[in-house]
């Protein structure tokens, strides 16, 4: 080895499964989808080659439906996912345009799919919300899995793999990693992906650290080269140092022994010293998560995101769909409350049949959420309908994003009314009693709250958006993305009146954004009043943790300071120097760094 090899080498990637392993990397290599040549088709082989095209399409299904009998007990629960891929293979969006591609262009499958995915694939990474644009790795890794038996590439079997070790890969499909065997497989760190990708979910389902996002990983690292990953971090290091290993070591036996304490005590109330109850509750995507919020400890689903459904579909689902999934959702849940935000997508962009010349320039700003639904009144009620059906089965609540005016809020109600109506004059069995809330992630529904809380039972904020509008950055820009900060003093001060609005008009005050779920923002959301938090399921246990060793009437005085401070820094370091040594308890004192 040289000294070029085993210098220290540190890659920053993304935080998408919390936890530390150590061990050998194993290079995954994946053959025949990278470099696709393309020829022309005569007429007279023309059928011959869609015929092709359709028997890949046909044993890929195969390939999935054999994964999902396979799949360990543990990951049944992520068996839709999985499912999804099987109904993308037959979409028009993928499958007829490809045949399509085909026949008009004559040119062969690999090539035709290879244009169609080049095509479909930007519609959804132009989508402004993280989630929506990591469904474009959907749309590759069902192609690639189609381009792999059109080329005869053995495809990938992670179950073949005899010895402990550490994954690298270009990417992972969600196939890929449920095929991993925990006995096996310590970790992984992948090229591509986000923390939003699906494989990551499952990642965060058996429970191993992973780190997408390296960009060159592949190239940097080679077999058998021994590589740390930090999960919670998103840090990777390639030709550690002994004393690098010796380090990450004693911060893996920390970081386990802390995660068993925490979730040990997650099914207990999130209870102040002084006895103040706060409420924490989940954030979902799949209907399958809703596991992953009960075993963490969720007292109820803050946020159920439902443009899952919608996604990839040449045809929105009709309400018999929606209700299942909803009422799934709702039985498991019992008598706890699962809050369903309605569709927060630019529609004219989740289908195949986009408009002619149709393109948004920003769609951030564009017709998303709430104005979307109001133009598209037969999609917005189909939803509504199938919302108010599952409540029959349990504690439902309406979310509804984007609001930005009064307008918006009364012109729901009235098509909810509507709604309500139609399917008791049809005698079908719903709940017309039905807490309604809004998003408050838009300024001017900061501004407006006090006209607004005598049209809701509710707000829940969003400071995912908030953050972005308020500050004006986008933060997957990353020339940007520093400015990105939850603890901004004008955020702060946004929040409070919000909360300052719903306690003097007498409805709840909710965040489901992601600055719920970091237990460095707890003593100031407490102090702000916050009735209820809501994050991913994983966050629970350390979120809970940390409220329990806060007095509520403290934290209120807290906040008195807090709100003199003009500079974000200005305002961590008062939380750090109040209250740090709770949180070096609260979480391994070597990821503060990383958090503030």
């Given at each position: 080895?040289?000294?070029?090899?085993?210098?220290?080498?540190?890659?920053?990637?993304?935080?998408?499964?919390?936890?530390i392993?150590?061990?050998k990397?194993y290079?995954?290599?994946?053959?025949?989808?990278?470099?696709?040549?393309?020829?022309?088709?005569?007429?007279?082989?023309?059928?011959?080659?869609?015929?092709?095209?359709?028997?890949?399409?046909?044993?890929a299904?195969n390939?999935?439906?054999?994964?999902?009998?396979?799949?360990?007990?543990?990951?049944?629960?992520?068996?839709?996912?999985?499912?999804?891929?099987?109904?993308?293979?037959?979409?028009?969006?993928?499958?007829?345009?490809?045949?399509?591609?085909?026949?008009?262009?004559?040119?062969?499958?690999?090539?035709?799919?290879?244009?169609?995915?080049?095509i479909?694939?930007?519609?959804?990474?132009?989508?402004?919300?993280?989630?929506?644009?990591?469904?474009?790795?959907d749309?590759?890794?069902?192609?690639?899995?189609?381009l792999?038996?059109?080329v005869?590439?053995?495809?990938?079997?992670?179950?073949?793999?005899?010895?402990?070790?550490?994954?690298?890969?270009?990417?992972?499909?969600?196939a890929?990693t449920?095929?991993?065997?925990?006995?096996?497989?310590?970790g992984?760190?992948?090229?591509?992906?986000?923390?939003?990708?699906?494989?990551?979910?499952?990642?965060?389902?058996?429970?191993?650290?992973?780190?997408?996002?390296?960009?060159?990983?592949?190239?940097?690292?080679?077999?058998?080269?021994?590589?740390?990953?930090?999960?919670?971090?998103?840090?990777?290091?390639?030709?550690?140092?002994?004393?690098?290993?010796?380090?990450?070591?004693?911060?893996?036996?920390?970081?386990?022994?802390?995660?068993a304490?925490?979730t040990?005590?997650?099914h207990?109330?999130?209870?102040?010293?002084?006895g103040?109850?706060l409420?924490v509750?989940?954030?979902?995507?799949?209907?399958?998560?809703?596991?992953?919020?009960?075993?963490?400890?969720g007292?109820?689903?803050?946020?159920?995101?439902?443009?899952?459904?919608?996604?990839?579909?040449?045809?929105?689902?009709?309400?018999?769909?929606?209700?299942?999934?909803?009422?799934?959702?709702?039985?498991v849940?019992?008598?706890?409350?699962?809050?369903?935000?309605?569709?927060?997508?630019n529609?004219?962009?989740?289908?195949?049949?986009?408009p002619?010349?149709?393109?948004?320039?920003?769609p951030?700003?564009?017709l998303?959420?709430?104005?979307?639904?109001?133009?598209?009144?037969?999609?917005?009620?189909?939803?509504?309908?199938?919302?108010?059906?599952a409540?029959?089965?349990?504690?439902?609540?309406?979310?509804?994003?984007?609001?930005?005016?009064c307008?918006?809020?009364?012109?729901?109600?009235?098509?909810?009314?509507?709604?309500?109506?139609?399917?008791?004059?049809?005698?079908?069995?719903?709940?017309r009693?039905?807490?309604?809330?809004?998003?408050?992630?838009?300024?001017?529904?900061?501004?407006?709250?006090?006209?607004?809380?005598?049209?809701?039972?509710?707000?829940?904020?969003?400071?995912?958006?908030?953050?972005?509008y308020?500050?004006?950055?986008?933060?997957?820009?990353?020339?940007?993305?520093?400015?990105y900060?939850?603890?901004?003093?004008?955020?702060?001060?946004?929040?409070?009146?919000?909360?300052?609005?719903a306690?003097?008009?007498?409805?709840?005050?909710?965040?489901?954004?992601?600055?719920?779920?970091?237990?460095i923002?707890?003593?100031?959301?407490?102090?702000?009043?916050?009735?209820?938090?809501?994050?991913?399921?994983?966050?629970?246990?350390?979120?809970?943790?940390?409220?329990?060793?806060?007095?509520?009437?403290?934290?209120?005085?807290?906040?008195?300071?807090?709100?003199?401070?003009?500079?974000?820094?200005?305002?961590?370091?008062l939380?750090q120097?109040?209250?740090?040594?709770?949180?070096?308890n609260?979480?391994p004192?070597e990821?503060?760094?990383?958090?503030?």
């Open positions: 080895m040289t000294d070029s090899d085993s210098r220290e080498i540190v890659l920053k990637g993304i935080s998408a499964s919390p936890g392993c150590i061990g990397a290079l995954v290599d994946k053959e025949g989808v990278d470099v696709v040549e393309k020829y022309y088709i005569g007429d007279a082989q023309l059928q011959k080659e869609k015929n092709r095209f359709k028997t890949a399409v046909k044993k299904k390939e999935l439906h054999t994964i999902i009998e396979d799949s360990p007990e543990d990951l049944r629960q992520h068996a839709r996912i999985l499912e999804t891929h099987i109904l993308l293979l037959r979409d028009k969006m993928l499958y007829g345009r490809t045949i399509e591609t085909i026949e008009k262009e004559r040119v062969n499958a690999e090539w035709a799919l290879k244009k169609v995915v080049s479909v694939k930007p519609m959804f990474q132009n989508m402004s919300d993280s989630y929506l644009r990591e469904r474009a790795n749309i590759v890794h069902v192609s690639d899995r189609v792999r038996n059109l005869g590439a053995k495809p990938l079997d992670l179950g073949n793999i005899d010895k402990r070790v550490i994954l690298v890969a270009h990417d992972l499909s969600p890929e449920s095929q991993i065997q925990l006995e096996r497989i310590k992984f760190i992948t090229n591509r992906g986000g923390r939003s990708s699906h494989t990551s979910i499952i990642a965060r389902t058996l429970g191993i650290p992973a780190v997408p996002g390296l960009d060159d990983a592949t190239r940097i690292i080679k077999n058998d080269d021994i590589i740390i990953v930090d999960g919670t971090t998103g840090i990777v290091i390639v030709h550690p140092t002994e004393q690098t290993i010796i380090e990450y070591s004693e911060r893996q036996v920390r970081y386990e022994g802390y995660r304490v925490i040990r005590a997650s207990f109330p999130a209870v102040t010293t002084d103040f109850r409420q509750m989940g954030n979902i995507e799949l209907p399958e998560e809703v596991v992953s919020v009960i075993d963490n400890g007292e109820g689903i803050g946020l159920y995101r439902t443009e899952f459904q919608y996604l990839s579909r040449a045809v929105f689902p009709n309400e018999d769909e929606l209700f299942d999934k909803y009422k799934d959702v709702v039985e849940m019992g008598s706890k409350t699962v809050t369903i935000r309605t569709l927060d997508i529609g004219d962009k989740a289908i195949a049949a986009i002619s010349g149709y393109e948004e320039k920003n951030a700003l564009g998303r959420a709430i104005r979307y639904c109001l133009k598209k009144r037969d999609v917005f009620k189909t939803q509504l309908r199938a919302i108010l059906r409540a029959h089965f349990g504690n439902v609540r309406i979310l509804i994003p984007m609001i930005s005016s307008d918006e809020i009364r012109e729901t109600k009235q098509i909810l009314a509507e709604v309500s109506n139609s399917l008791e004059k049809e005698g079908v069995d719903f709940n009693d039905i807490e309604i809330g809004i998003m408050v992630e838009v300024p001017s529904a900061v501004v407006m709250a006090a006209s607004m809380a005598p049209e809701v039972d509710f707000f829940s904020i969003g400071t995912n958006d908030l953050i972005q308020a500050l004006a950055i986008d933060r997957g820009n990353e020339e940007v993305s520093y400015l900060e939850p603890l901004h003093p004008a955020i702060i001060h946004m929040i409070k009146h919000v909360s300052d609005v306690k003097e008009k007498n409805i709840g005050v909710f965040m489901c954004g992601e600055m719920a779920g970091d237990p923002n707890i003593p100031i959301l407490l102090g702000l009043g916050m009735d209820e938090l809501s994050m991913n399921p994983q966050s629970i246990p350390a979120v809970k943790r940390m409220i329990r060793t806060l007095n509520v009437g403290d934290a209120r005085e807290f906040m008195k300071e807090v709100l003199k401070k003009t500079t974000s820094r200005d305002i961590i370091n939380v120097d109040t209250y740090g040594a709770m949180l070096s609260e979480t004192s990821y503060q760094k990383d958090q503030t």
